[in-house]
């Protein structure tokens, strides 16, 4: 497994496989949307590639526009046949390393309901449920679902005193 940011070769492939964890987005919505993430930040959109340099997983990821310490961790997505053996995590902590050196202090994910199987695994990479709201206009997650904000720390409180 080979792990890059993606590049503009990938958006197409890239996209399709956002498809699977964004509900009511197009294809080119999504294109569009991760081709801006791509030229604003990135070391946060990962490419996980196979043996013969497929794109067999992602990780996407952007800035808060308003707090530049809070990074969001927002889709990450393994093809079936490549799950379970670590390339999920292996993604998750390579995104949490480059969170870390663009300054961010905390990384956040919006889980909704849909995608709760998936808590555990966000669990196990230090991410705790911090608020549970009903999803109204949120990019990518049906109106009245139920969502999950979780969130890492990456720095310890002593380094705020
Ligand atoms: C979440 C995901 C990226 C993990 O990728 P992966 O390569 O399988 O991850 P790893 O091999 O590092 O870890 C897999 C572990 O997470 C658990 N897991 C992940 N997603 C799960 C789910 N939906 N339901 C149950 N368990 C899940 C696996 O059981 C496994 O646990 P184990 O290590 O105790 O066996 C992958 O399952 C996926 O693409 N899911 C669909 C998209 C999704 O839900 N994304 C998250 C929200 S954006």
New binding site residues.
């Given amino acids: 497994m080979e792990l890059r940011p993606l590049s503009t070769r990938e958006l197409v492939t890239a996209s399709e496989l956002l498809l699977?964890?964004n509900h009511g987005q197009s294809l080119s919505a999504l294109a569009d949307d991760l081709a801006v993430s791509m030229r604003n930040w990135p070391s946060l959109q990962i490419g996980a590639f196979d043996e013969n340099g497929a794109l067999a997983?992602l990780i996407a990821g952007r800035i808060d526009a308003r707090d530049p310490t809070i990074g969001y961790s927002?889709?990450?997505?393994?093809?079936?046949r490549?799950?379970?053996?670590?390339?999920?995590?292996?993604?998750?902590s390579r995104q949490i390393e480059a969170f870390g050196e663009l300054g961010c202090h905390r990384v956040r994910?919006l889980?909704p309901s849909s995608?709760y199987?998936?808590l555990?695994?966000?669990e196990?990479h230090g991410f705790k449920v911090i608020r549970r709201f009903s999803a109204q206009g949120v990019w990518g997650i049906a109106d009245g679902q139920e969502v999950c904000v979780t969130e890492k720390p990456l720095v310890s409180d002593e380094s705020f005193r």
Avoid: K, Q, W, Y
């Fill in positions: 699977r964890t997983g927002d889709d990450i997505v393994v093809m079936d490549f799950r379970a053996h670590g390339m999920g995590s292996t993604l998750l994910g889980s995608l199987g998936a555990p695994f966000f196990r």
